[in-house]
Protein backbone atom coordinates (compact mmCIF):
# COMPACT_ATOMS: atom_id res chain seq x y z
CA UNK A 1 0.00 0.00 0.00
CA UNK A 2 1.63 3.64 -1.02
CA UNK A 3 2.14 5.43 1.82
CA UNK A 4 3.26 8.82 2.68
CA UNK A 5 6.87 8.56 2.57
CA UNK A 6 6.25 7.10 -1.10
CA UNK A 7 4.51 10.53 -2.11
CA UNK A 8 7.55 12.07 -0.32
CA UNK A 9 10.32 10.22 -1.81
CA UNK A 10 8.82 10.26 -5.64
CA UNK A 11 8.48 14.31 -4.94
CA UNK A 12 12.00 14.58 -2.96
CA UNK A 13 10.35 16.44 0.01
CA UNK A 14 9.98 16.18 3.41
CA UNK A 15 7.04 13.68 5.17
CA UNK A 16 5.77 17.10 6.50
CA UNK A 17 5.57 19.17 3.75
CA UNK A 18 3.58 16.05 1.64
CA UNK A 19 0.93 16.53 5.00
CA UNK A 20 0.85 20.03 5.33
CA UNK A 21 0.30 20.25 1.75
CA UNK A 22 -2.91 17.33 1.65
CA UNK A 23 -4.69 19.25 4.45
CA UNK A 24 -4.63 22.58 2.88
CA UNK A 25 -2.31 23.85 5.97
CA UNK A 26 -0.51 27.24 5.04
CA UNK A 27 3.67 26.94 5.10
CA UNK A 28 3.53 25.34 1.35
CA UNK A 29 3.67 26.94 -1.63
CA UNK A 30 0.72 26.57 -4.69
CA UNK A 31 3.39 24.75 -6.68
CA UNK A 32 4.61 22.37 -3.70
CA UNK A 33 0.80 21.27 -2.95
CA UNK A 34 0.20 21.21 -6.29
CA UNK A 35 2.57 19.01 -6.95
CA UNK A 36 1.70 16.69 -4.18
CA UNK A 37 -2.16 16.10 -4.49
CA UNK A 38 -1.17 15.06 -8.70
CA UNK A 39 1.73 12.62 -7.05
CA UNK A 40 -0.56 11.42 -4.23
CA UNK A 41 -3.50 11.04 -6.88
CA UNK A 42 -0.75 9.37 -9.21
CA UNK A 43 0.39 6.72 -6.81
CA UNK A 44 -3.01 6.26 -5.22
CA UNK A 45 -2.26 7.45 -1.73
CA UNK A 46 -5.27 7.51 0.33
CA UNK A 47 -4.05 9.53 3.92
CA UNK A 48 -4.37 7.83 6.91
CA UNK A 49 -6.02 10.06 9.33
CA UNK A 50 -3.88 9.08 12.46
CA UNK A 51 -1.18 9.74 10.77
CA UNK A 52 -2.26 13.08 9.47
CA UNK A 53 -3.20 13.64 13.41
CA UNK A 54 -0.12 12.89 14.41
CA UNK A 55 1.98 14.74 11.92
CA UNK A 56 0.10 17.77 12.30
CA UNK A 57 -0.83 17.86 16.09
CA UNK A 58 -4.35 18.30 15.01
CA UNK A 59 -7.58 16.27 15.94
CA UNK A 60 -9.39 17.69 13.03
CA UNK A 61 -11.69 18.21 15.28
CA UNK A 62 -14.06 21.09 16.35
CA UNK A 63 -16.10 21.04 19.95
CA UNK A 64 -18.95 23.12 20.64
CA UNK A 65 -19.89 23.25 24.46
CA UNK A 66 -23.84 24.16 24.75
CA UNK A 67 -26.14 24.32 27.52
CA UNK A 68 -28.89 21.86 26.23
CA UNK A 69 -29.68 20.52 22.46
CA UNK A 70 -33.42 20.54 22.53
CA UNK A 71 -33.82 24.37 21.65
CA UNK A 72 -34.78 25.81 18.20
CA UNK A 73 -31.72 28.01 18.39
CA UNK A 74 -29.17 25.63 19.36
CA UNK A 75 -30.06 22.64 17.18
CA UNK A 76 -30.62 25.17 14.44
CA UNK A 77 -26.69 26.84 14.92
CA UNK A 78 -25.65 23.00 15.51
CA UNK A 79 -26.49 22.14 11.90
CA UNK A 80 -24.71 25.12 10.69
CA UNK A 81 -21.54 23.63 12.50
CA UNK A 82 -21.68 20.48 11.15
CA UNK A 83 -22.22 22.03 7.64
CA UNK A 84 -19.28 23.75 7.85
CA UNK A 85 -17.15 21.74 9.46
CA UNK A 86 -18.12 18.66 6.93
CA UNK A 87 -17.22 20.66 3.83
CA UNK A 88 -13.66 20.63 5.90
CA UNK A 89 -13.39 17.86 6.81
CA UNK A 90 -13.69 18.29 10.43
CA UNK A 91 -16.02 16.23 12.93
CA UNK A 92 -17.91 18.03 15.73
CA UNK A 93 -17.51 16.83 19.03
CA UNK A 94 -20.77 18.45 21.25
CA UNK A 95 -20.68 19.05 25.12
CA UNK A 96 -23.87 19.60 26.52
CA UNK A 97 -24.59 19.98 30.14
CA UNK A 98 -27.96 18.56 29.92
CA UNK A 99 -30.03 22.02 31.12
CA UNK A 100 -28.45 21.13 34.39
CA UNK A 101 -24.94 22.27 35.12
CA UNK A 102 -23.97 19.62 36.52
CA UNK A 103 -21.10 18.83 33.86
CA UNK A 104 -19.49 22.14 33.88
CA UNK A 105 -16.22 20.50 36.15
CA UNK A 106 -16.09 17.50 33.90
CA UNK A 107 -16.00 20.23 31.02
CA UNK A 108 -14.02 22.90 32.15
CA UNK A 109 -11.67 21.47 35.21
CA UNK A 110 -10.36 18.32 33.20
CA UNK A 111 -8.81 17.30 30.08
CA UNK A 112 -11.83 16.60 27.87
CA UNK A 113 -11.82 20.37 25.86
CA UNK A 114 -7.38 20.64 26.18
CA UNK A 115 -6.98 17.41 23.90
CA UNK A 116 -9.87 16.22 21.87
CA UNK A 117 -10.53 19.31 20.40
CA UNK A 118 -8.49 22.06 17.85
CA UNK A 119 -11.03 25.13 18.62
CA UNK A 120 -14.27 25.86 20.62
CA UNK A 121 -17.26 27.38 20.12
CA UNK A 122 -19.40 27.94 23.26
CA UNK A 123 -23.17 28.87 22.78
CA UNK A 124 -25.25 30.83 24.66
CA UNK A 125 -23.22 30.13 28.05
CA UNK A 126 -22.99 32.60 30.66
CA UNK A 127 -19.15 31.44 31.96
CA UNK A 128 -17.80 31.95 35.91
CA UNK A 129 -14.25 34.01 35.56
CA UNK A 130 -12.48 30.25 36.68
CA UNK A 131 -14.19 29.20 33.66
CA UNK A 132 -13.54 32.32 31.05
CA UNK A 133 -9.78 32.04 32.67
CA UNK A 134 -9.53 28.76 31.53
CA UNK A 135 -10.73 29.14 27.96
CA UNK A 136 -8.32 32.21 27.58
CA UNK A 137 -5.61 30.06 28.78
CA UNK A 138 -6.15 27.62 26.16
CA UNK A 139 -3.93 27.71 23.12
CA UNK A 140 -6.18 27.43 20.71
CA UNK A 141 -9.10 29.59 18.85
CA UNK A 142 -12.49 29.63 20.30
CA UNK A 143 -15.61 31.85 20.17
CA UNK A 144 -19.53 32.42 21.55
CA UNK A 145 -22.17 32.21 19.57
CA UNK A 146 -25.78 33.94 20.27
CA UNK A 147 -25.21 35.55 23.74
CA UNK A 148 -21.91 38.03 24.43
CA UNK A 149 -19.24 36.85 27.00
CA UNK A 150 -16.79 39.56 28.33
CA UNK A 151 -13.16 38.46 27.40
CA UNK A 152 -14.15 36.74 24.19
CA UNK A 153 -15.54 37.09 20.54
CA UNK A 154 -18.50 36.72 19.96
CA UNK A 155 -21.08 35.60 16.52
CA UNK A 156 -24.34 36.94 16.90
CA UNK A 157 -26.88 39.28 15.43
CA UNK A 158 -27.54 42.70 17.15
CA UNK A 159 -30.14 41.85 19.70
CA UNK A 160 -30.35 45.43 20.94
CA UNK A 161 -31.68 46.41 17.55
CA UNK A 162 -33.56 43.54 16.82
CA UNK A 163 -35.80 44.25 19.99
CA UNK A 164 -35.54 47.82 18.87
CA UNK A 165 -36.97 46.91 15.65
CA UNK A 166 -39.99 44.60 16.99
CA UNK A 167 -41.01 47.59 19.63
CA UNK A 168 -40.76 50.50 16.85
CA UNK A 169 -42.96 48.47 14.53
CA UNK A 170 -45.36 47.95 17.01
CA UNK A 171 -45.37 51.63 18.21
CA UNK A 172 -45.47 52.22 14.74
CA UNK A 173 -48.93 50.66 14.18
CA UNK A 174 -50.32 52.76 17.04
CA UNK A 175 -50.03 50.54 20.28
CA UNK A 176 -49.22 52.19 23.57
CA UNK A 177 -49.99 49.06 25.52
CA UNK A 178 -47.11 47.25 24.82
CA UNK A 179 -46.16 44.04 27.34
CA UNK A 180 -42.60 42.03 26.95
CA UNK A 181 -42.52 38.37 27.59
CA UNK A 182 -38.87 37.95 28.37
CA UNK A 183 -36.23 35.32 28.60
CA UNK A 184 -35.18 33.70 32.06
CA UNK A 185 -31.58 32.73 32.94
CA UNK A 186 -32.01 29.13 33.72
CA UNK A 187 -28.76 27.04 34.04
CA UNK A 188 -26.86 30.00 32.43
CA UNK A 189 -28.92 29.75 28.83
CA UNK A 190 -28.59 32.94 26.62
CA UNK A 191 -27.84 34.71 29.69
CA UNK A 192 -26.84 38.12 27.90
CA UNK A 193 -29.80 37.95 25.37
CA UNK A 194 -32.81 38.47 28.04
CA UNK A 195 -31.10 41.67 29.47
CA UNK A 196 -30.24 43.21 25.77
CA UNK A 197 -33.93 42.79 24.51
CA UNK A 198 -35.64 43.83 27.92
CA UNK A 199 -33.47 46.83 27.66
CA UNK A 200 -34.51 47.55 24.15
CA UNK A 201 -38.10 47.14 24.77
CA UNK A 202 -37.59 49.95 28.00
CA UNK A 203 -36.18 51.96 26.09
CA UNK A 204 -38.58 52.32 23.17
CA UNK A 205 -40.99 53.03 25.64
CA UNK A 206 -39.42 55.75 27.19
CA UNK A 207 -38.29 57.41 23.53
CA UNK A 208 -42.37 57.61 22.76
CA UNK A 209 -43.11 58.55 26.38
CA UNK A 210 -44.78 55.58 27.23
CA UNK A 211 -45.34 53.40 30.40
CA UNK A 212 -43.23 50.39 31.21
CA UNK A 213 -45.62 48.82 33.46
CA UNK A 214 -44.19 46.10 36.00
CA UNK A 215 -47.14 43.76 35.89
CA UNK A 216 -46.83 43.79 32.30
CA UNK A 217 -43.20 42.50 32.31
CA UNK A 218 -43.38 38.63 32.75
CA UNK A 219 -40.93 35.81 32.17
CA UNK A 220 -41.48 32.40 29.82
CA UNK A 221 -37.84 31.04 30.17
CA UNK A 222 -37.53 30.65 26.30
CA UNK A 223 -39.97 27.70 26.53
CA UNK A 224 -43.50 27.47 24.64
CA UNK A 225 -45.47 26.17 28.18
CA UNK A 226 -43.74 28.31 30.65
CA UNK A 227 -44.62 31.34 28.29
CA UNK A 228 -47.96 30.55 28.09
CA UNK A 229 -48.64 29.64 31.93
CA UNK A 230 -47.23 33.49 32.16
CA UNK A 231 -49.50 35.03 29.20
CA UNK A 232 -52.69 33.41 31.05
CA UNK A 233 -51.64 35.37 34.32
CA UNK A 234 -50.73 38.40 32.02
CA UNK A 235 -54.51 38.00 30.53
CA UNK A 236 -56.36 37.50 33.03
CA UNK A 237 -54.97 40.14 35.57
CA UNK A 238 -58.17 42.65 36.84
CA UNK A 239 -58.10 46.32 34.71
CA UNK A 240 -56.66 47.24 31.45
CA UNK A 241 -55.15 44.60 29.47
CA UNK A 242 -52.31 45.24 26.72
CA UNK A 243 -52.95 45.42 22.94
CA UNK A 244 -49.81 43.99 22.17
CA UNK A 245 -47.21 41.47 23.16
CA UNK A 246 -43.46 41.93 22.75
CA UNK A 247 -41.96 38.25 23.24
CA UNK A 248 -38.66 37.82 23.24
CA UNK A 249 -38.54 34.41 21.01
CA UNK A 250 -40.84 32.97 18.86
CA UNK A 251 -41.51 30.05 21.06
CA UNK A 252 -42.16 32.40 23.86
CA UNK A 253 -44.74 34.25 21.00
CA UNK A 254 -46.38 30.72 20.45
CA UNK A 255 -47.60 30.23 24.23
CA UNK A 256 -49.06 34.30 24.10
CA UNK A 257 -51.17 32.77 20.79
CA UNK A 258 -52.41 30.00 22.46
CA UNK A 259 -53.34 31.79 26.04
CA UNK A 260 -54.88 34.85 23.81
CA UNK A 261 -57.16 32.07 21.82
CA UNK A 262 -58.33 30.13 24.79
CA UNK A 263 -59.55 33.33 26.23
CA UNK A 264 -61.05 34.36 23.11
CA UNK A 265 -59.06 37.39 22.77
CA UNK A 266 -58.99 37.48 18.84
CA UNK A 267 -55.36 38.43 17.32
CA UNK A 268 -54.58 40.34 15.67
CA UNK A 269 -58.16 42.32 16.35
CA UNK A 270 -57.61 42.82 19.84
CA UNK A 271 -54.18 41.78 20.50
CA UNK A 272 -51.01 41.66 18.13
CA UNK A 273 -47.97 39.23 19.02
CA UNK A 274 -44.26 39.54 17.64
CA UNK A 275 -41.65 37.89 18.46
CA UNK A 276 -37.57 36.95 17.59
CA UNK A 277 -36.37 34.13 15.55
CA UNK A 278 -38.58 33.28 12.35
CA UNK A 279 -38.96 29.53 13.84
CA UNK A 280 -39.94 27.29 11.59
CA UNK A 281 -43.23 27.35 12.99
CA UNK A 282 -43.53 31.07 12.71
CA UNK A 283 -44.78 30.85 8.99
CA UNK A 284 -47.50 28.47 9.58
CA UNK A 285 -48.92 30.01 12.56
CA UNK A 286 -48.69 33.28 11.07
CA UNK A 287 -46.25 35.35 13.61
CA UNK A 288 -44.98 38.66 13.05
CA UNK A 289 -41.40 38.29 14.33
CA UNK A 290 -37.79 39.97 13.29
CA UNK A 291 -35.61 36.82 11.38
CA UNK A 292 -32.27 35.60 12.38
CA UNK A 293 -30.46 32.50 11.25
CA UNK A 294 -28.66 30.18 13.88
CA UNK A 295 -27.84 27.81 11.28
CA UNK A 296 -25.75 31.07 9.42
CA UNK A 297 -24.25 32.30 12.47
CA UNK A 298 -23.15 28.40 13.43
CA UNK A 299 -21.53 28.14 9.87
CA UNK A 300 -20.22 31.53 9.91
CA UNK A 301 -18.61 30.70 13.66
CA UNK A 302 -16.67 27.84 12.51
CA UNK A 303 -15.91 28.88 8.82
CA UNK A 304 -14.21 31.88 10.92
CA UNK A 305 -12.40 29.50 13.29
CA UNK A 306 -11.73 27.20 10.35
CA UNK A 307 -9.68 29.77 8.94
CA UNK A 308 -7.93 30.94 11.10
CA UNK A 309 -6.62 26.95 11.86
CA UNK A 310 -5.40 27.23 8.39
CA UNK A 311 -3.35 30.49 9.42
CA UNK A 312 -6.05 33.12 8.63
CA UNK A 313 -5.85 36.60 10.74
CA UNK A 314 -7.94 36.68 13.91
CA UNK A 315 -10.62 38.87 13.16
CA UNK A 316 -10.83 40.61 16.40
CA UNK A 317 -14.26 41.37 16.55
CA UNK A 318 -16.95 39.58 14.11
CA UNK A 319 -19.64 41.77 12.32
CA UNK A 320 -23.17 41.19 13.19
CA UNK A 321 -24.89 38.69 11.81
CA UNK A 322 -28.09 40.18 9.96
CA UNK A 323 -31.19 40.48 11.30
CA UNK A 324 -34.93 41.57 9.45
CA UNK A 325 -38.48 42.50 10.26
CA UNK A 326 -40.96 40.02 8.74
CA UNK A 327 -44.84 40.67 8.95
CA UNK A 328 -47.74 38.42 8.72
CA UNK A 329 -50.95 38.43 10.36
CA UNK A 330 -50.23 38.62 14.12
CA UNK A 331 -49.88 42.55 14.27
CA UNK A 332 -52.33 45.11 13.48
CA UNK A 333 -53.17 48.38 14.58
CA UNK A 334 -55.00 48.47 18.08
CA UNK A 335 -58.36 48.25 18.41
CA UNK A 336 -60.20 52.27 17.98
CA UNK A 337 -61.66 51.80 21.21
Known amino acids: MTGIDDVARALGVSTATVSRALRGLPGVSAATRGKVLAKAEELGYVASSSAAHLASGRTMAMGVLLPLIDRWYFSSALEGVDRALRAAGYDMVVFSLGG ?19 ALLVMCMEL ?15 VTIGGFVDGLRNVSIDDGGAATD ?6 GLGHTRIAHVRGGGEYGIEFAVPQQREE ?23 RFLESKLAAARLFDQPGERPTA ?8 AFGVLLAAQERGIRVPDELSVIGIDDHEFAEPMGLTTVRQSPEDQGSYAAELLLGELQGAP ?6 FQPHELI ?5 APPPSS
Not at 202 to 222: K, M, N, V
Open 166 to 171: AMEYLI
Open 314 to 319: RLATPP
Open 128 to 142: TPEELAALQQLDYPN
Open 100 to 118: TGLNRDRVFHRSMLRKRID
Open 200 to 222: AYRAALERHGLDARPQWLITGEF
Open 327 to 331: IRRST
Open 245 to 252: VFASSDEM
